[in-house]
């Protein structure tokens, strides 16, 4: 009587078998890393969002304390003294300011961001300040107006800052792209404009700014106009 081995039976998988349970095993993991990296990027824009709510309510603190808002910081060295610190007033505008996080007592970036070591490395992730002239070197008054300077437009490249609502302060992060994005990447001394909206493909940024109704009402709230 012969008997059949049931190791006849059995074969290993070929190349090609192999080949497609690793494709197969590569996709289900993507399904799974992908939503893990939505959810975390939206937590650090939440995140972001209430630092900018954060650093809107230090400027108006700032204000209420010494009765304007504070100049950009422009040091680049680490090693400075003035590091962090607002510069002036008089305030320098010819280059791009940051926001003077250590007069403020605030973090120095934003949740993409990370510190500097020297004066050459980028400022990756640090907030973008910029202040209407006649609010940061001058003392405010119920008579005071922005130089209606500084203009926001939408991707569209339609204004969002109207005469009645002119723009006293803007503050902005990179975003996750840790660059500044659109209209955003340029600098101008004297005309600056700058871009908000939704995140697109190309546009991550996440901009607020205090427009002077608000920033009036707040301060006469407060009795210090």
């Not at 996709?27 to 990296?37: D, F, G, H």
């Not at 995140?47 to 304007?68: C, H, K, P, Y």
């Not at 609010?135 to 119920?142: C, D, H």
Request: charged fraction near 15%; include cysteine.
């Amino acid at each position: 009587m012969h008997t059949v081995s049931v190791k006849a039976g059995r074969r290993g998988f070929t190349l090609i078998e192999m080949a497609i349970v690793l494709v197969v095993l590569g996709l289900i993991a993507s399904l799974l890393v992908t939503p893990l990296a939505m959810r975390a990027e939206a937590s650090q824009r939440r995140a972001a969002e209430e630092m900018l709510d954060n650093i809107t309510d230090a400027l108006i603190g700032f204000a209420l304390v010494q009765g304007r808002l504070p100049c950009p910081s422009i040091e680049s060295d680490p090693a400075s003294s003035a590091y962090g610190l607002e510069q002036g007033p008089p305030c320098t505008f010819n280059v791009p300011g940051y926001l003077p996080w250590r007069t403020l007592g605030l973090p120095a970036h934003d949740p993409w961001g990370s510190p500097r070591a020297n004066a050459t490395q980028p400022w990756t992730g640090h907030w973008r300040y910029r202040p209407d002239k006649n609010f940061a070197e001058g003392t405010i008054s119920l008579s005071t107006l922005p130089s209606g300077s500084i203009q926001i437009k939408d991707h569209d490249g339609n204004l969002i800052s109207t005469a009645d609502s002119r723009i006293v302060a803007v503050v902005f992060s990179t975003g996750p792209n840790r660059q500044a994005d659109g209209l955003n990447t340029t600098h101008s001394s004297t005309s600056p404009t700058f871009e908000a909206g939704e995140p697109t493909p190309a546009f991550d940024d996440l901009l607020r700014w205090i427009a002077h109704p608000l920033f009036i009402a707040r301060l006469a709230r407060s009795g210090r106009l």
